[in-house]
């Protein structure tokens, strides 16, 4: 069953979506065809070891690509989808870049997580820096901590 915290991710990530794409979803039909691909898409091959390539295309492909071609608003970011698949593929930048890696949860000694206080709680780290905006004497003052 799940959380209400999962209820209200899913809801907002599913309003966005069908808010990116109006213009291809004209009918109540469309729309729920699309929430549908939405949640498959996401859901299936989310280990975090998989190619960020592999999961790039599959988002592309299976569920903006037949979407796009509609949308007019969108067709900065279609490029743009498609200059960072381009990065992820052999000989580029990002190669060997995993899907964990690329949404913070990466292991080893040339990563970098960024993450709220909330979200790292449980979480084990050999080094932090910590960034409190607004926290000393002065609302626009900035403290760091280093552990």
């Known amino acids: ?13 599913d309003h966005e979506g069908t808010r990116l794409f ?23 091959r989310r280990d975090p070891g998989i190619a960020l390539r592999t999961r790039l295309s599959d988002i592309r492909d299976g569920l903006l690509g ?44 040339d990563v970098i997580n960024l993450s709220t206080l909330q979200s790292a709680k449980g979480r084990e780290f050999s080094g932090v820096i910590t960034v409190l905006h607004g926290s000393g004497p002065e609302r626009n003052s900035v403290a760091a901590s280093v552990w």
Request: charged letters at 30%; a negative charge.
């Open 22 to 44: 109006a213009e291809s979803l004209d009918h109540d039909e469309d729309r729920r065809a699309f929430q549908k691909t939405l949640l498959s898409v996401l859901w299936e």
């Open 66 to 109: 037949p979407l796009f071609p509609a949308a007019r608003s969108l067709r900065d970011e279609q490029g743009a989808l498609d200059a960072f698949i381009a990065k992820t593929e052999a000989g580029g930048e990002a190669a060997d870049m995993t899907l964990g890696v690329f949404s913070g949860h990466g292991e080893g000694n």
């Open 1 to 13: 069953m799940p959380s209400t915290i999962e209820k209200v991710r899913w809801g907002a990530i």
